[in-house]
């Protein structure tokens, strides 16, 4: 059986869009013969649920998760965030070698520079990796202005994604602009590269159910 190694800081029960997105996907994956898990951090719930247990390791249907880092709401202040974000790093890469070897990885920009860090583990691991394009960092942050595009971080920040996104099997996009960001800033080769716009559910509830159409 296949093993698919999922890796995003944001996961069920995380309120955030991703988190969302990211269940529905793999909800709608558990007919096929795959073996899949998640590599993410801990969710920040809503008031009245703190105290509700949310294990290192869990199951959401057939989908392993494994939780990484601490357990806080690091939405609060800028230190927390990056205490956070430091011991959820540092957690996964233990657990995404272990995990990793044999499997395919796909990693969705959440952390923001999650294209190197996949990039570098695939090194020392030996595995191959997919790249989920939900943002394109530095770009973003130039575009927000809060980045100079001149700046040496930026320029090496590019250096590295450009590498790490030419290496990756196939690196999924959101549109056609960052398609064509990616294609004509990063040298991605347009083969690589796979349109796959969001969705959403349209009742409330449930998991996603992909339109099936025969050609």
Request: net charge positive; hydrophobic share 45%; with cysteine.
């Amino acid at each position: 059986m296949n093993r698919v190694l999922l890796v995003s800081q944001p996961y069920w029960p995380d309120l955030q869009s991703t988190s969302h997105l990211l269940d529905e996907l793999l909800g709608a994956m558990e007919e096929a013969p795959l073996d899949l898990s998640v590599v993410c951090g801990y969710p920040v719930l809503l008031a009245g649920d703190e105290d509700r247990p949310i294990p290192a390791t869990d199951r959401r249907g057939k989908v392993r998760v494994f939780r990484c880092g601490l357990r806080l709401d690091y939405k609060r202040s800028l230190p927390l965030r990056a205490l956070y974000m430091a011991a959820f790093v540092l957690s996964a890469t233990w657990r995404i070698l272990r995990e990793g070897r044999g499997a395919l990885v796909c990693a969705v920009t959440n952390p923001p520079f999650s294209p190197v860090w996949i990039h570098a583990l695939s090194r020392l691991a030996g595995f191959r990796y997919q790249i989920v394009c939900h943002d394109v960092f530095p770009d973003g942050l130039v575009a927000l202005g809060k980045l100079r595009d001149d700046r040496l971080s930026a320029r090496l920040w590019r250096r590295a994604n450009r590498s790490a996104l030419r290496g990756a099997e196939a690196v999924v996009v959101l549109g056609r602009d960052m398609r064509d960001l990616l294609r004509d800033r990063y040298g991605v080769a347009e083969e690589r590269l796979r349109l796959v716009p969001h969705w959403s559910v349209a009742d409330g509830g449930g998991r996603f159910e992909p339109e099936r159409t025969d050609l």
